[in-house]
């Protein structure tokens, strides 16, 4: 996230200030998830970019583009529609679990993408989302129905059917990630939270209290999935059962930044449909919403350890409407009593959401002693001469190797954190 003072600019999940308004954009906190528009041929905003150059080039270059073929004729062999969702659903998981096993360099490397990379994953999902839309079988579909397969599509595609911790000896730590956002600037970007979520996907570490399994999400950059619950249906299950979590974003330039405190407002910046969401974070039960949650990350420790190349930092900054005032003010020492949430340590923006959605549901549960919260990570950047969105390549050593810095240390943080005890709020 950008960490500028100006509550417009605190995107969240990535590294550039955009100052930008749409007209009449504004998503009512009910909306329907962007990925369940019902109507047959009508694509999405994110499915539209997929013609474009970069990311035909990404699918290409990654042997991703062979997913959508091979998805478009098993469901022209679809009998009926229960065929049809088991079909969504295996397509949808073998495209996670090719991903994963991509990135943590199982079977061949299909294309010459480097294996780290998240982004044919995001690419390659949206193909399959838009065969599904454009699908009309002969037996038919309802629109329930069509909202369905797309929410499995979804849901499989994104590790979410595939949180598996077998045994009782290892410890057990959830860990997610993002797809990238701001496409509209730049079409190539990548999530290095994304990529985090793809290489420490099932992994074992080793730990000073033992071994530790990792299991891993990506969650979409949209404001109505979070809306619709879509950051608690996929943890409310896993959280009694954990020894750690942490949700992952895309922050600043060259930092890590540990969290200390989540806000309970969204801001309104465009999501990856360009739809925009201003007000308190709808959640269950808003009568007993606070308007602050924190983290039980050991920040103390984080900040310490020698985790890697890029310094980490235990954020407390948040903004504030000061009770009893009318005007956002930003205190570097975290919220005053009783005031109105207007950005946590992680912006406003869905970063901050999802730790505020997370922590929340953490609490809610009845779980002071589990560590959990929201780690940023830097930002993702091209080499020097690759910068320009219109004319750069879509890789280069530089960002290769950012992006593998960032994702061995996410792990490295990991591994300290599972050494140490909750922090108290």
Same mark, same amino acid.
């Given at each position: 996230m950008t960490h500028s003072f100006s509550a417009t600019t605190r995107l969240g999940l990535g590294g550039v200030a955009l100052l930008l308004v749409l007209a009449g954009s504004t998503l009512p906190a009910t909306a329907s998830p962007a990925v369940a528009a019902p109507t047959p041929d009508a694509t999405t905003v994110e499915e539209q970019r997929l013609d474009r150059t970069a990311p035909q080039e990404i699918l290409r270059r990654s042997g991703f583009d062979s997913s959508a073929p091979r998805f478009e004729r098993a469901l022209r062999d679809s009998g009926g529609y229960a065929q049809a969702e088991r079909t969504v659903t295996r397509h949808g998981s073998a495209l996670w679990r090719r991903a994963v096993d991509r990135a943590q360099g199982r079977g061949p490397a299909?294309?010459?993408?480097? @294996?780290?990379? =998240? @982004?044919?994953?995001?690419? %390659? @999902?949206?193909?399959?989302? !838009?065969?599904?839309r454009s699908w009309e079988p002969r037996f038919g579909l309802s629109d329930a129905q069509r909202r369905a397969l797309h929410t499995a599509l979804e849901t499989s595609s994104r590790g979410q059917d595939d949180l598996r911790f077998p045994g009782h000896r290892a410890k057990r730590v959830l860990v997610t990630g993002f797809d990238p956002f701001t496409l509209d600037r730049d079409v190539r970007i990548g999530n290095p939270s994304g990529a985090s979520a793809l290489a420490l996907d099932g992994t074992l570490i080793r730990t000073a209290e033992g071994p530790a399994r990792i299991e891993t999400v990506i969650f979409p950059v949209r404001w109505a999935d979070f809306a619709e619950g879509a950051v608690e249906r996929a943890l409310a299950r896993q959280l009694p059962r954990l020894d750690l979590f942490t949700t992952v974003s895309q922050g600043r330039q060259g930092r890590f930044d540990v969290e200390r405190t989540n806000g309970a407002w969204r801001g309104g910046f465009p999501d990856n449909e360009n739809a925009a969401s201003t007000g308190t974070v709808p959640v269950d039960d808003p009568g007993s919403q606070p308007q602050w949650t924190t983290t039980t990350l050991p920040y103390r420790q984080l900040t310490a350890a020698d985790t890697g190349r890029f310094p980490v930092y235990d954020n407390t900054e948040v903004t504030e409407i000061p009770a009893g005032g009318t005007q956002p003010v930003t205190r570097p020492d975290g919220p005053t009593s009783g005031s109105a949430s207007r950005a946590g340590g992680?912006? =406003?923006?869905?970063?901050?959401?999802? %730790?505020? @959605? %997370?922590?929340?549901? !953490?609490? !809610?549960?009845?779980l002071p002693d589990l560590p959990g919260g929201h780690l940023h990570t830097p930002v993702l950047r091209f080499g020097a001469e690759n910068t320009d969105p219109q004319t750069g390549k879509v890789t280069d050593p530089d960002f290769e190797r950012n992006r593998a810095d960032i994702v061995s240390q996410v792990g490295e943080l990991v591994k300290t954190a599972l050494g140490t005890p909750a922090a108290r709020p």
């Open positions: 299909t294309g010459d993408l480097s @294996r780290g990379d =998240d @982004r044919p994953l995001y690419w %390659a @999902r949206l193909t399959l989302s !838009r065969e599904l992680g912006g =406003d923006y869905l970063s901050n959401e999802i %730790a505020y @959605r %997370a922590t929340l549901l !953490r609490d !809610r549960l009845g």
